[in-house]
């Protein structure tokens, strides 16, 4: 098992280790590593897409896709000591928390479920989102997306009425361009083809996140930090944000991972019709609870908040 740079591997001559970010792999290395080797030769069968999603919402967009992919196979394992200190019930044993990377050949995507919330140290946030990059770059992923819920509650990100079926929004990173394109000019009477760079095309749907629209708001942690260094790496990034009435709205994440479809290419590959019924009858659940809990505080007469009550911060709900 070899070291890559910026990275632990979890296995050393002391056994298992837990570092800033230690990752297992759960299969073989070499031979998975040719794997993806030749499929970036194969490039007239499409690129390597990663999508990510961290907690508390974000996670809910790979771990279903990864579920529906009928070849998807788990190949790491990812560990930090900077996880909450605890282990989980699986099944019938317990273990030390960590994320999960799965790849599918056929569609050529690897999702990274993010299981467990960094400590609120931004030392961690960074350390993890760069060794992730790192890793994404090494697996040859081409394309990268984050995924996470905002609220667009208060000016400037308050939508207009005409925007109002909005259903997610999307930042693009530094160097996000779909590709190169010809751009047909004439220099003394003589056509020349001109290369110029082409930025993905917005999709009915969504929005572009600008200085403009978001004002003061951000992103917050690795659904930002994530895209920010694997841009810097030459990988094309963009995090997407599902629009909600509320943080943890189940509709918002089915209205980013139809984002991730349209914006990756893979609208036609990915069958999620079951997924995104299945997160509109979770909304209509969280929703009638939250319904019962402020009627029955009406009723008893108590000031309190409940659910979604709260103004939204100055960053973007992921």
């Given at each position: 098992m070899s070291v890559s740079v910026g990275l632990s591997v979890g296995l050393s001559e002391r056994g298992f280790e837990v570092?800033?970010?230690?990752?297992?792999?759960?299969?073989d290395e070499g031979e998975f590593r040719e794997k993806v080797k030749n499929l970036r030769e194969e490039k007239e069968k499409g690129k390597c897409i990663l999508v990510a999603g961290f907690p508390p919402m974000g996670n809910i967009v790979p771990y279903h896709l990864k579920e529906i992919l009928e070849d998807s196979e788990k190949v790491l394992s990812l560990y930090s000591c900077d996880f909450p200190p605890m282990v989980e019930a699986r099944e019938d044993e317990f273990e030390i928390p960590h994320d999960e990377i799965w790849f599918s050949e056929q569609k050529r995507l690897f999702c990274y479920v993010g299981k467990y919330p960094e400590t609120d140290i931004p030392r961690a946030s960074y350390k993890q989102a760069e060794c992730v990059a790192r890793l994404t770059k090494e697996l040859g992923v081409k394309e990268l997306y984050t995924v996470g819920v905002i609220v667009p509650m208060q000016e400037p990100f308050k939508f207009k009425d005409e925007e109002a079926r909005v259903e997610a929004c999307v930042g693009f990173f530094e160097g996000s361009k779909k590709g190169k394109g010809k751009e047909k000019g004439k220099e003394k009477g003589?056509?020349?083809?001109?290369?110029?760079?082409?930025?993905?095309?917005?999709?009915?749907?969504?929005k572009k996140m600008t200085r403009g629209i978001i004002g003061r708001y951000s992103i917050i942690r690795k659904t930002g930090l994530l895209p920010g260094f694997a841009s810097k790496l030459g990988i094309e990034s963009y995090a997407i944000l599902g629009v909600g009435k509320y943080p943890e709205d189940?509709?918002?994440?089915?209205?980013?991972?139809?984002?991730?479809?349209k914006l990756s290419g893979l609208e036609s590959e990915l069958e999620t019709t079951k997924v995104e019924e299945m997160l509109e009858e979770g909304a209509k659940a969280v929703e009638e609870r939250i319904k019962k809990q402020r009627e029955q505080v009406a009723y008893q007469g108590e000031g309190v908040e409940v659910g979604t009550g709260a103004e939204p911060s100055q960053s973007m709900y992921v």
């Open positions: 570092g800033e970010l230690s990752f297992y792999w759960n299969v003589k056509e020349k083809g001109k290369e110029r760079e082409r930025e993905k095309e917005i999709p009915a749907g969504v189940l509709r918002a994440c089915a209205g980013a991972l139809r984002a991730f479809k």
